[in-house]
């Protein structure tokens, strides 16, 4: 007895429902949407508030300094010895790089002040003091 195989199975079979892949890569799209503005940089730190320009996309680095006086470049923890000697490596090898400076808005005027020195003794003219936007 021959065997006998029906073509409409074999069509049915064929067909794959891509509607469960599409309803799985929307959903991953929206969750990346919804959490990515939720993430932010690693140092916790009150910004004041102010009003800036948007900056154009460049080499940049970041320089931290919280309420407890503690350095950070890039987020790494730096004494102020070491920040000194990146900042002259940072001018040396990326002399049109820009260095964002985040101080807690509740630290003394002169402590901020110690960091654009650094930046000036190092030959660094570009600069950018980072603030939080004004909530009106």
Do not use: C, W
């Amino acid at each position: 007895m021959a065997r006998r195989t029906s073509l409409v199975s074999l069509n049915q079979i064929s067909d794959i429902n891509m509607t469960p892949l599409m309803d799985l890569t929307f959903i991953l799209l929206i969750t990346f949407i919804i959490t990515f503005p939720l993430i932010e940089q690693g140092v916790t730190i009150q910004l004041p508030k102010g009003e800036a320009g948007e900056l154009p996309e460049a080499v940049s680095r970041s320089i931290s300094l919280n309420g407890m006086d503690q350095l950070y470049l890039d987020d790494m923890p730096v004494s102020r010895a070491e920040l000194e000697a990146a900042l002259l490596e940072i001018s040396s090898m990326a002399p049109d790089s820009t260095v964002f400076v985040r101080a807690d808005e509740g630290l003394p005027y002169g402590k901020v002040m110690e960091l654009i020195r650094m930046l000036h003794a190092a030959e660094i003219s570009r600069m950018a003091l980072v603030t939080e936007a004004d909530s009106m």
